[in-house]
């Protein structure tokens, strides 16, 4: 069965997230993303799995979906073109902080779990070595590899996978505060991390610079914090509707079973190119090295993103292909489109009126993005939004590339207006 995942979210307990990331809430977008298996995220915050637990009951072998009394007035505030059967899975993300080596490491791990029993043995270590209640997302002074074996240790089958992870902060490469390597993190568990996540300011085409990762499955996921976000980055599959379908599609990293991954443009991601924020400085991995890292405006230290580390790391040129690598496709979320097109915000209620249009007439928003021809999105919506889907899927964009936790500034026509 071929179906889409996006297994990294957060919960209303988690800082900075919308209260709008109810189950109830995600069930609904997830149908009008075009998703079929989303993540529960925050699984050890213990409200949010008491909610889990209320308001979840088994589907398919170790997925969930929501029970009927609580998803029963869903249907009406989805598009019948979108309507679909949505699944849960069970995830979290912990923020290991720690010393190892020598330095202070700061990794983001997300966790997939194939059952509540495993979660609860998963909670209750947790719970041992910090307060799991104060955020969706626990900040733990645990290092990584102790977190994979308390894992592996709650079921074989639990999976671990570095998030993010080139995020210069918080991630297993990051320049402030990862490793050089996986094996630096993980140690003798390394065989057991089968993936990781790319990030939003990274993509395959950049991890597979390094033939370390040779090995690994690049997922991607959208790391939502609130329901749009949902689907600005996910998985392909074509296997089993099952955890254990996911689980060892993404082990095996086989192209048959794990189709591939929907992308940002990685250039928009917060942390693509070098730079200092506060004097606006954006600098390219060559202009780093010519300034010593140093902000040509104020002299202090610029925060090194993605290109930068990946290029520090690769052992492969920045043109090579790897003929078994994972197919991709890069997209710009359907929103941040019509903003553009139609010359206005993009949380606008103009934006919002065109995009309920576009997909109570065509389906969802992913099957619009990549699939839909583009004579029936202009018989739709315009000729000027069907030409902006064209651009997209043909790679036509113009990117300023975000730095220092500055989004990118995408751009597909040079001069947009009102949508004609």
Same mark, same amino acid.
Request: net charge negative; with cysteine.
């Given at each position: 069965?071929?179906?889409?995942?996006?297994?990294?979210? *957060?919960?209303?307990?988690?800082?900075? &997230?919308?209260?709008?990331?109810?189950?109830?809430?995600?069930?609904?977008?997830?149908? #009008?993303?075009?998703?079929?298996?989303?993540?529960? !995220?925050?699984? &050890? *915050?213990?409200?949010?799995?008491? %909610?889990?637990?209320?308001?979840?009951?088994?589907?398919?072998?170790?997925?969930?979906?929501?029970?009927?009394?609580?998803?029963?007035?869903?249907?009406?505030?989805?598009?019948?073109?979108?309507?679909?059967?949505?699944?849960?899975?069970?995830?979290?993300?912990?923020?290991?902080?720690?010393?190892?080596?020598?330095?202070?490491?700061?990794?983001? /791990?997300?966790?997939?779990?194939?059952?509540?029993?495993?979660?609860?043995?998963?909670?209750?270590?947790?719970?041992?070595?910090?307060?799991?209640?104060?955020?969706?997302?626990?900040?733990?002074?645990?290092?990584?590899?102790?977190? =994979?074996?308390?894992? =592996?240790?709650?079921?074989?089958?639990?999976?671990?996978?570095?998030?993010?992870?080139?995020?210069? *902060?918080?991630?297993?490469?990051?320049?402030?505060?990862?490793?050089?390597?996986?094996? +630096?993190?993980? $140690?003798?568990?390394?065989? *057991?991390?089968?993936?990781?996540?790319?990030? =939003?300011?990274?993509?395959?085409?950049? /991890?597979?610079?390094?033939?370390?990762?040779?090995?690994?499955?690049?997922?991607?996921?959208?790391?939502?914090?609130?329901?749009?976000?949902?689907?600005? $980055?996910? %998985?392909?599959?074509?296997?089993?509707?099952?955890?254990?379908?996911?689980?060892?599609?993404?082990?095996?990293?086989?192209?048959?079973?794990?189709?591939?991954?929907?992308?940002?443009?990685?250039?928009?991601?917060?942390?693509?190119?070098?730079?200092?924020?506060?004097?606006?400085?954006?600098?390219?991995?060559?202009? &780093?090295?010519?300034?010593?890292?140093?902000?040509?405006?104020?002299?202090?230290?610029?925060?090194?993103?993605?290109?930068?580390?990946?290029?520090?790391?690769?052992?492969?040129?920045?043109?090579?292909?790897?003929?078994?690598?994972?197919?991709?496709?890069? &997209? #710009?979320?359907?929103?941040?489109?019509?903003? +553009?097109?139609?010359?206005?915000?993009? %949380?606008?209620?103009?934006? $919002? %009126?065109?995009?309920?249009?576009?997909?109570?007439?065509? !389906?969802?928003?992913?099957?619009?993005?990549?699939?839909?021809?583009?004579?029936?999105?202009?018989?739709?919506?315009?000729?000027?939004?069907?030409?902006?889907?064209?651009?997209?899927?043909?790679?036509?964009?113009?990117?300023?590339?975000?730095?220092? !936790? $500055?989004?990118?500034?995408?751009? #597909?026509? +040079?001069?947009?207006?009102?949508?004609?």
């Amino acid at each position: 069965m071929r179906f889409i995942a996006d297994l990294h979210v *957060h919960s209303p307990y988690s800082r900075a &997230t919308s209260k709008e990331m109810e189950l109830a809430s995600l069930c609904k977008w997830a149908q #009008i993303k075009g998703i079929t298996v989303v993540g529960t !995220g925050d699984f &050890t *915050h213990p409200k949010w799995f008491s %909610n889990l637990r209320e308001k979840l009951e088994d589907a398919e072998t170790s997925l969930f979906r929501l029970k009927p009394e609580y998803s029963s007035g869903i249907d009406d505030e989805v598009p019948l073109s979108c309507r679909s059967d949505v699944r849960f899975i069970l995830s979290a993300e912990i923020s290991c902080i720690y010393s190892k080596n020598g330095k202070t490491r700061k990794v983001h /791990n997300l966790l997939l779990a194939p059952s509540f029993e495993a979660v609860q043995r998963v909670n209750e270590a947790l719970s041992k070595i910090g307060n799991l209640k104060a955020d969706g997302r626990p900040i733990l002074g645990l290092d990584s590899k102790v977190l =994979l074996r308390i894992a =592996l240790d709650a079921s074989p089958d639990v999976m671990l996978i570095p998030a993010h992870a080139w995020t210069p *902060h918080f991630s297993v490469f990051g320049s402030k505060s990862g490793f050089d390597t996986l094996e +630096e993190c993980f $140690e003798e568990l390394t065989p *057991h991390v089968y993936a990781i996540e790319t990030g =939003l300011s990274s993509d395959p085409q950049m /991890n597979r610079r390094l033939s370390a990762l040779d090995r690994i499955t690049l997922i991607s996921n959208s790391d939502a914090h609130s329901p749009k976000k949902l689907a600005r $980055e996910a %998985n392909i599959f074509d296997t089993e509707l099952s955890y254990q379908g996911i689980y060892n599609a993404i082990r095996k990293g086989d192209r048959s079973e794990f189709i591939g991954t929907i992308e940002f443009f990685p250039e928009e991601g917060k942390y693509h190119y070098d730079g200092h924020r506060s004097c606006k400085q954006r600098m390219t991995p060559s202009e &780093t090295r010519l300034n010593n890292g140093l902000c040509p405006k104020c002299g202090d230290r610029v925060t090194v993103g993605v290109m930068s580390r990946v290029d520090t790391l690769a052992d492969r040129k920045e043109d090579s292909t790897q003929a078994a690598a994972i197919p991709f496709k890069r &997209t #710009i979320p359907l929103h941040e489109i019509i903003s +553009e097109v139609c010359g206005v915000g993009v %949380n606008s209620k103009t934006v $919002e %009126n065109i995009y309920d249009k576009l997909t109570a007439a065509l !389906g969802s928003e992913l099957s619009i993005l990549s699939d839909v021809s583009i004579s029936d999105i202009s018989d739709s919506g315009s000729p000027m939004l069907a030409e902006a889907v064209r651009r997209v899927r043909r790679g036509e964009v113009h990117i300023e590339a975000g730095y220092d !936790g $500055e989004f990118g500034t995408v751009r #597909i026509f +040079e001069n947009a207006g009102r949508m004609k």
